[in-house]
């Protein structure tokens, strides 16, 4: 096989696992690589570490077909292929705002010094921007072959729930390149989606320099973190106002200008990267002496914060006033329906809050429970909305998967002490719910 129709992908974690099954999809011979051989063993087998609908089935397809596998050895890698691309994360620091590069780092050390032919090292990861410059300069110090060991950027907009269709089927490709050649080289990797053979309109390309690619994937993130703390500020607006921050979205949604996606009022943002990119972009702002340019996504962060306390406020009201000693079943712990990603999850800060409290909290979630018990182990969990909701004195709706739309408010009226719901996604009907005796209330609606 020529290494032109060889990938190989370093770091197999979410966004890592995902693009090395999808290239083999797309006909590549790859070889996905990871330090941690617990993960190589586990996608050899087949399995996935996490749970992202219609992965793993494509994943055990390509290990069948032979075109896909993985190992622990930047050796192996460096000789395998041409085009490397390097999907590790890039969580918070754990002693401040900024950005951990400490994993990005590594790979350039760990495959730099078998360079030995020319070949792109690809970054997917988000990053501050002017990492690639940095780690270019680093590259090509390590590598045999010095320069024509090369760096380009490839951000990765790929939302949890829909990993597989946003990376073969992308609103847009964005590729930050320092030479012409690298450009070729990711035009020939991404040539079925640029030029599909089967009728499809081809993705959009964006060709832009390294900084500039660095910095649409920050961008990006910002807006929409802009966009949810926009209208959750309407919504504390809306509260003191008697207004009704659905029907404002509703309307807002209207103008193609605004659009009505990512518009959606409740708890707020949470997960591996909004909150984390808006504050690392902050603070790489300030470092380049921009810090007034995107001051704004302060006020970004402290909106979507308070969203959480404002549902433990309408809960606490909705129980008499105080948690001690009332049972709370709060349904949802990922930070998003069809995930069992719990980052940063809205859900299980406003569970620990109310559980800190005093409350009793039972938690019940399809698909995070396991990861939720392990980071909160004095949260009680059930497998079930009937078995959360026992006897609680107020349900809270906090992650909004489709399970609890479907939920017949009359059959759970018999199970709980109260019939009390906090509505903290905007997602379910209130109508219904009343219609059934309930006593219905939501964030930012009369
Ligand atoms: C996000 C970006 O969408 C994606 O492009 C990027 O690559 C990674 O970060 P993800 O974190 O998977 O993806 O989740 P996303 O679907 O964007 O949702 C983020 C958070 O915003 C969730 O907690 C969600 O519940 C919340 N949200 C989303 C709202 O509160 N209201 C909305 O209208 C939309």
Redesign the pocket.
Known sequence: IPPERRISVIGTGYLGATHAVCMAALGFETLGMDVDTEKVTALSAGRLPFYEPGLEALLREQLASGRLRFTTSYEEVAGFAEVHFSCVGTPQRADGPGAELAYVDAVVEGIGPHLRRPCLLVGKS?VPVGTAERLASRLAELAPVGRDAEVAWNP???????AVR?TLRPDRLVLGVASDRAERLLREVYAPLLDPRDGSEPVPLVVADLATAELV?VA??SF??T??SF??AMAEVCEVAGADVARLAEALSYDPRIGG??????????????PK?IRAFMARAEELGVGPAVRFLREVDEVNLRRRTAVADLARELVGGAFRGRRIAVLGAA???D?D?IRD??ALAVADRVQREGAEVTVYDPKATDNARKAFPALAFADSVGKAAYRADAVLHL??WAEFRDIDPGELSGTVARQRIVDG?NALDAARWRAAGWTFRALGRP
């Open positions: 988000t990765e907009f790929l939302r949890e729930g829909f946003d994937k990006a993130n929409l973190a966009k949810i209208i959750n996606r990512f518009l959606r009022s409740g708890v707020g943002f949470g997960g591996g990267c909004l990119d930070f998003k329906p995930s990603d999850s809205p992650t909004e996604r």
